[in-house]
C-alpha cells in the first residue's frame, strides 16, 4: 500500500484498535447522516493495495479441487466402474435391473437440493458437533454440507449414463422389447441431456432464466417421462411380448418406489409456495430492501418471485433472531427482476415458507469467527452477526449509508458496535488491503473460520490469500 508516512502510521492505528472499532455507518436520520459523513472526511484517504504475490499453481488447484469436485469426481467413477463391470458382463445385476441404477442415482441427486433434506442435515451437524469436536472436523462438516451439490450433479450425470447404458441393451434387443419402451428411453435420454446442460455454470449464472426453464421444467417433465418408462417397462413381459398391467407386480418393484420418492422430494417443497405481504424500501436506485413479516434463524435463504412458478431468485435472509418482528432481503439490481422491485415495487410476492440453509447455517459450530462480505452480499452475512455476539463483521461497500438505507443501517448500529469494520471505499479513496485486514481481525477476535461473501474476483483473492495465510475459509459458490 503506498501512501505517505503519516496515513501509514494513522491506518496502522487504526487497525490496531480492531476489534474495538466501527465505521459511522450508524444514523438513521438526515441529520446524522450528514455528522457521520462529516466525521468520515476526517479519516486518512488511502490508496489502492499493492497487488498480490503471485499465487503458486499447487495453492489454486487445491481451491479449485473442492469438495464439490471431489464429491463429483468420485460419484462419477464410481459409477464408471460399475458401468464397466456390468457392460463387460462381470456384473450381471445391473443389466438385469438398470432402472434402480438410474433411478437410484436420479434419486440421491434430487435429495441433495431437497430443502427439506438440507435443513436436517443442518440441524444435525449443528446440533451434535458444535464447539466441542476438534476443528478439523468441524471445518469438514461445513465443507460437506456446502459442497453438497457434487453429489447432485455426480448422481445426476450417472443416471444419464446409467439411462443410455439401459437403451443401448434395449436397442441391442429390439426384438424382444416394444417400440414404445425404445422410443420412451431416447426421449427420456434426451430430456436428461438438456437438463444436464441447462446446469453448466456458465448457463446458470449468465443465463438465469434459462436455466430456470430448461432444468426445472424439463425436470419435473423428466419425472413424468420416469413414471411412463417405469410401467411400460414393468408390465412388458419379454417371454410372451405381451402387456401384463398387474398393479400388484408393479408396486412389488424397486424402481417403482424410487419413482415415489422422486416424486415426493419434487413436490414437497412447492407445496409450501405462499404469497405474501412484504414491504419495499428503495434507499437508492441500486438496492430495494424487502420486509416480511416473522423473524427467521441465521445463515438462511428465501426464494422469492412474482409469480407462483417461474422466475424465483434467491437472497439471503436478514434477521434478529426467530422471535423478531420481520425479516429482510437485500435486493441488488443485477438483472429484469431486481430491477422490477425497484421500478414496481410489489405489494404482495410468492416465495417457498421452506427456506433452504446456506453455509452461514453452520457458524454455530465455531466458537468465534468473522463474516467478511462486499456490496449486497451483507445480505447473507449479517443475520449471523445479529445473532450471535462471537462473529465480527467486515463490510466492505460503497457509500454504504446511502445506497442501503437507514433499517439496515439501524441493524447494524443497534447490535454490533464493538464487532464491526464498515469500509466505505467512496469516501476512503479505495478498497483496503482486504488480506491484512483479514488478518488483524482474526487474530485480534481469536476466530476458528472467515466466511466470505463477495463477488468472484473478491472471493478468489480473499480464498487465496486465506489458503495462504493459513486461514481457514470458506467463500461464495458459482459451481453448484
Known amino acids: 500500500m503506498t501512501s505517505t508516512a503519516s496515513t501509514k502510521d494513522a491506518v496502522h492505528k487504526e487497525l490496531e484498535r480492531l476489534p ?7 444514523a438513521r436520520s438526515p441529520d446524522s447522516v450528514s455528522k457521520s459523513k462529516a466525521a468520515e472526511t476526517s479519516k486518512p484517504v488511502l490508496s ?81 458437533f458444535a464447539k466441542w469436536t476438534p476443528l478439523s472436523f468441524r471445518l ?25 447404458f439401459r437403451v443401448v441393451i434395449n436397442f441391442m434387443n429390439h426384438k424382444n422389447t416394444h417400440d414404445a419402451v425404445l422410443a420412451m428411453g431416447v426421449v427420456t435420454n434426451l430430456a436428461i441431456a438438456v437438463s444436464i446442460l441447462s446446469a453448466f455454470p456458465w448457463v446458470r449464472n449468465t443465463h438465469h432464466n434459462v436455466f430456470e426453464r430448461h432444468h426445472r421444467f424439463i425436470g419435473w417433465f423428466l419425472v413424468e417421462l420416469a413414471w411412463v418408462f417405469i410401467v411400460l417397462g414393468d408390465t412388458y413381459d419379454l417371454d410372451t411380448h405381451t402387456w401384463n398391467p398387474n398393479g400388484l407386480h408393479l408396486v412389488e418393484q424397486q424402481d417403482f418406489w424410487f419413482a415415489v420418492m422422486m416424486t415426493f422430494l419434487i413436490l414437497w417443497p412447492w407445496l409450501t409456495i405462499r404469497s405474501v405481504k412484504v414491504d419495499v424500501e428503495i434507499p437508492s436506485p441500486k438496492v430495494a430492501v424487502l420486509r ?30 426467530v422471535d423478531a418482528k420481520y425479516h429482510y432481503l437485500i435486493c441488488g439490481v443485477q438483472g429484469d427482476f431486481t430491477k422490477g422491485l425497484i421500478q414496481n415495487p410489489p405489494t404482495r410476492i410468492w416465495t417457498r415458507q421452506l427456506k433452504f440453509a446456506g453455509v452461514s447455517n453452520t457458524s454455530s459450530l465455531y466458537k468465534r469467527g468473522i463474516r467478511v462480505c462486499t456490496g449486497t452480499g451483507l445480505g447473507a452475512a449479517l443475520s449471523t452477526c445479529l445473532q450471535s455476539p462471537n462473529w465480527y463483521l467486515i463490510w466492505i461497500g460503497s457509500d454504504q449509508e446511502k445506497t442501503f438505507g437507514p433499517t439496515i443501517a439501524g441493524l447494524i448500529h443497534d447490535n454490533l458496535e464493538g464487532r464491526v469494520t464498515l469500509w466505505d471505499s467512496k469516501q476512503r479513496g479505495g478498497r483496503p488491503d482486504t488480506m491484512k485486514l483479514i488478518k488483524e481481525v482474526y487474530t485480534s477476535w481469536n476466530a476458528e473460520i472467515v466466511f466470505i461473501t463477495s463477488n468472484w ?19 461464495t459458490l458459482w459451481d453448484f
Open 20 to 26: 474495538s472499532d466501527t465505521s459511522t455507518l450508524q
Open 48 to 128: 489502492k493495495p499493492s497487488p498480490r504475490p503471485k499465487v503458486s499453481k499447487w495453492l489454486k488447484f487445491q481451491l479449485w479441487f473442492n469438495t464439490y469436485r471431489k464429491f463429483y469426481t468420485f460419484t462419477v467413477i464410481l459409477n464408471v466402474i460399475g458401468l464397466i463391470l456390468a457392460a463387460t458382463g462381470v456384473w450381471q445385476y445391473p443389466r438385469h435391473y438398470t432402472s434402480a441404477f438410474i433411478l437410484g442415482n436420479l434419486q440421491t441427486a434430487l435429495l441433495m437440493r431437497n430443502e427439506l433434506f438440507g435443513r436436517f442435515l443442518y440441524l444435525f451437524g449443528n446440533t451434535l
Open 140 to 164: 469438514a462438516c461445513t465443507s460437506i454440507l456446502q459442497h453438497l451439490g457434487g453429489i447432485h450433479s455426480g448422481c445426476a450425470t450417472s443416471g444419464f449414463m446409467w439411462l443410455i
Open 292 to 321: 416480511f413479516e416473522r423473524g427467521m434463524q441465521q445463515g438462511l435463504l428465501a426464494r422469492i418471485s412474482r409469480s407462483s412458478i417461474m422466475e424465483y431468485h434467491a437472497f439471503g435472509i436478514i434477521s434478529e433472531g
Open 457 to 475: 474476483m473478491g472471493n478468489k483473492e480473499m480464498m487465496e490469500g486465506c489458503k495462504e495465510a493459513g486461514i481457514p475459509a470458506f467463500g
